[in-house]
């Protein structure tokens, strides 16, 4: 047997901002949609530990299959924790209702974390047991809002996701990489700003992603749904235009969320969800790149049927 | 005009003309912003010439471009064609 996706929960506590709010700033809606496509974005209350807005959504999951399955992991990824000591995850899982005897640990691979997370608790499930893979970012926090370079592309939210091992569900297979080199195209520190090489990361997002899900896609099972990391819609427009995605759902939420680093692919999966956009259980190839530089992607099988049934009621 | 330069004007004219339809290979030599394009669409040019050629370019280099024609003057460069 192997792992696949079994259910989802998404939030995005705080306050919606629209791209009026750049207008002091000299930016206009138009000029913000043409370059990022951005529209949207939430903002956390500053006041709010991550940790409470991580177990806003590992919570419903531990209620929902505690009693089903013993959830052994708990995997948090996020590069806004602000890089502190003691990690998240252990309060999370606290919060959360988790018993003690819980691995529980902090993942940063920055927009990537999300992705490098779920390989992480893909391999770690084991028959009878489940894993949550919790992506949580305010990059608000990180983010110099008067900065016309990089303070409309980031928005917040928190996204987790159960899996489990299925008879049904055939292997996962995931590509990873990462340049240590490339380590200045973007860099970034709560109260500090974002700094950001936007062509050359457009040119790398593209060039990088595009590569991963071909090497992905090469080895089997066409995916019914592509959710690439949601950092601006012209580089997931490029990249569907470069790949041979067949008749797969190609995945683009980034005029709700703008960029929330790790948070942005399970915002966007569970935004497929409630809009019931998706077939409810197929195959699904989820693909990021980030700061580091660090990349990769993965291709696994999922039934949300359960859980479009809960968005419907 | 030789196949290479056809082949560079005709892929510079894709990328350009979806901002600017009425393009011609007369407007090279305008400011790449004048035609209505940003850092972006200047990254789309060189990723399109890159795979048309099978190069690699040094985007700090056509970073520097001020208008279409450099952009094809530094990829002839790395082309080797005079």
Redesign the interface.
């Known amino acids: 047997m192997t792992a696949g996706i079994v259910d989802i929960a998404t939030a995005t506590p705080g306050k919606h901002v629209d791209n009026s709010h750049f207008d002091d700033i000299g930016l206009t809606d138009e000029w913000i949609r043409?370059?990022t496509g951005v529209a949207a974005r939430w903002w956390m209350d500053p006041d709010e530990p991550l940790e409470d807005a991580a177990s806003r959504v590992c919570a419903p999951l531990v209620e929902r299959h505690h009693d089903q399955m013993d959830i052994a992991a708990l995997i948090v990824a996020s590069c806004s924790t602000g890089g502190k000591v003691p990690a998240i995850a252990q309060r999370v899982a606290k919060q959360s209702g988790l018993p003690t005897d819980v691995l529980a640990f902090d993942v940063n691979a920055a927009c990537s974390g999300f992705v490098y997370g779920l390989i992480s608790g893909l391999s770690l499930c084991k028959p009878g047991q489940a894993v949550i893979v919790c992506a949580a970012e305010a990059m608000s926090r990180l983010i110099d809002k008067s900065d016309r370079s990089t303070g409309p592309l980031f928005g917040d939210g928190v996204g987790a996701v159960l899996v489990e091992e299925r008879p049904s569900f055939r292997d996962f297979y995931w590509h990873a990489g990462s340049d240590g080199d490339r380590v200045g195209l973007m860099t970034g520190e709560i109260g500090g700003g974002i700094q950001l090489d936007?062509?050359?990361v457009?040119?790398r997002a593209?060039?990088m992603m595009t590569d991963t899900l071909d090497r992905l896609h090469t080895r089997g099972s066409a995916p019914d749904v592509i959710v690439g990391h949601q950092a601006n819609s012209?580089i997931l427009q490029?990249i569907s235009e470069q790949v041979n995605a067949g008749a797969a759902v190609f995945v683009d939420s980034v005029e709700q969320f703008g960029n929330t680093s790790a948070a942005s692919i399970p915002l966007a999966l569970g935004t497929c969800v409630a809009q019931r956009s998706i077939p409810a259980t197929g195959r699904m190839t989820l693909v990021a790149y980030g700061a580091g530089e660090a990349w990769g992607g993965v291709s696994l099988d999922y039934d949300l049927a359960d859980a479009m049934a809960r968005s419907r009621s | 005009m030789p196949a290479e330069d056809e082949r560079m004007n005709s892929v510079m004219l894709s990328i350009i003309r979806r901002r600017t339809p009425s393009a011609d290979v007369a407007d090279f030599d305008k400011q790449i912003y004048d035609l209505d394009m940003d850092s972006l669409d200047v990254v789309d040019l060189s990723q399109a010439l890159e795979k048309e050629f099978g190069v690699e370019a040094d985007l700090e280099r056509v970073a520097d471009c001020l208008t279409p024609a450099e952009i094809g003057y530094y990829f002839r460069e790395l082309i080797g064609s005079p």
């Open positions: 043409r370059r936007g062509m050359a457009y040119d593209v060039k012209r490029k």
